[in-house]
């Protein structure tokens, strides 16, 4: 069978006992068409880019099934109808990842407060390998503003 990942994004004003409701309610849609979740992730409450149904945050969830097309169809049928569902997105995939997904090693990140091996930063003023954008040399005189030849406010009238 076809290898699926879907995401979803459901009303702010769940709880979290309700998004797992939901989890466990479109995975049931799933196997009962034949198909079975492989492994669903809950991603928590996040802040989305713009609002939807005048919503600003969302709950985020994950699931990696393994489906026929026709059960994929149903849930992303039951989830468009579904009220507590805001925004669903269904990716076909050759093979499901291995360990957690992004989103769950990002937050592990954050918990553990590991900023990862950033190396010895030595001198701030010190581009490195970033190019000439460090130290721009000496300008040389610029002169008056005057001289110049630039704009001049009592040039406006």
Not at 71 to 81: D, F, G, I, K, S
Request: charged share 40%.
């Amino acid at each position: 069978m076809p290898l699926y990942e879907h995401v979803f994004i459901s009303r702010q004003d769940l709880s979290n006992a309700q998004t797992e409701g939901l989890i466990e309610h479109f995975s049931t849609v799933l196997a009962d068409n034949g198909g079975k979740v492989v492994e669903h992730e809950y991603w928590g409450v996040k802040t989305m880019a713009y609002k939807i149904n005048k919503n600003r945050k969302g709950h985020y969830a994950f699931l990696r099934s393994d489906a026929p097309a026709t059960a994929v169809q149903e849930m992303e049928r039951l989830m468009r109808l579904h009220d507590d569902v805001m925004r669903v997105l269904t990716i076909k995939v050759d093979k499901h990842g291995e360990g957690p997904s992004v989103q769950m090693q990002k937050r592990d990140e954050r918990e553990r407060g590991d900023r990862g091996d950033r190396g010895d930063r030595g001198d701030r003023g010190d581009r490195g390998d970033r190019g000439d954008r460090g130290d721009r040399g000496d300008r040389g005189d610029r002169g008056d503003r005057e001289d110049r030849g630039g704009f001049d406010r009592r040039d406006r009238r």
